[in-house]
């Protein structure tokens, strides 16, 4: 069976199991590494694999011929997207500061894209001036050189970005919590509608149990797809984006993922979503 999803280390520590032969029952899998943004397009296109991890925000596209896995995903708390600028001497501006200015951005079709233009909507006088889209490594460097005003990241940045001498805005997770009460939904996992998703949903949560369970046994395959991450960046990353809504979405998860396309939808920046299609897994 062919699935993609990205080398991030909590991908690759969900599916190391199920991608190692490990799962009884499991069909071999086929793995494409791809980044988020290349899948999101794949799934609208209809030319992606059977089973995907893409952007909750790329959901309304793809519904129709995609079912949502409650598992496998990446949803919690205090995990979501920063935005960042220059200079500032570590003490953060307003959201003011960002009125007509060029902001960087991942995907357009990213959860944290969207968190990003709600929270803009409501906190940035007049709004952005230009979105500009480029690849995620590229970012903080654009705005540490001045070539940007402000940068969209996600992931292992909110670990690094002080590295670049850049200064957090805000933290888009934190505007969410406080505003809704709910997680933030990032990453989904997704399947061809027709397929046994009740047999795709234990796959998942059987590799998830064997990856908690045996923690080292995913660490050579993890840190072989990490990108030069530093191993206790790459642990970070896993204990902040593997959690009890990788195992079960649960109410509180579908409602924070109807929420984000709900609100997104009001502001005209994804299509409708029929509420009983994200739960017809």
Known sequence: MKIAYSPCPNDTFIFHAWA???IPGAPELEVMYAD???????????????VMK?????LPWVLADYALLPCGGALGRGCGPLVLTAGGNGQAGT???LSGKRVAVPSERSTAYLLFRLWAAQ???GGVGEIVVMPFHDI???VRDGRIDAGLV????????????????TDLGSWWESDTGLPIPLG?????????TRALTEYVRASLQYAWANPEASRDYVMSHAQEMSPEVAKQHIDLYVNSFSSDLGEDGYSAVEALLTRAAAEGLVPAVDPALLRSC
């Open 154 to 169: 996600i992931h292992e940045a909110r670990f690094t970005y002080q590295n670049y001498g850049l200064t957090m805005l």
């Open 123 to 125: 906190q940035v006088p």
């Open 95 to 97: 959201p003011e500061m």
């Open 36 to 50: 988020i943004d290349i899948t999101n397009h794949l799934a609208a296109e209809r030319k992606g694999p059977e």
């Open 20 to 22: 190692s032969g490990l």
């Open 188 to 196: 989904a996992i997704i399947a061809r509608r027709g397929m046994d």
């Open 140 to 142: 903080m460097p654009a």
């Open 54 to 58: 893409i952007s909750y925000a790329a």
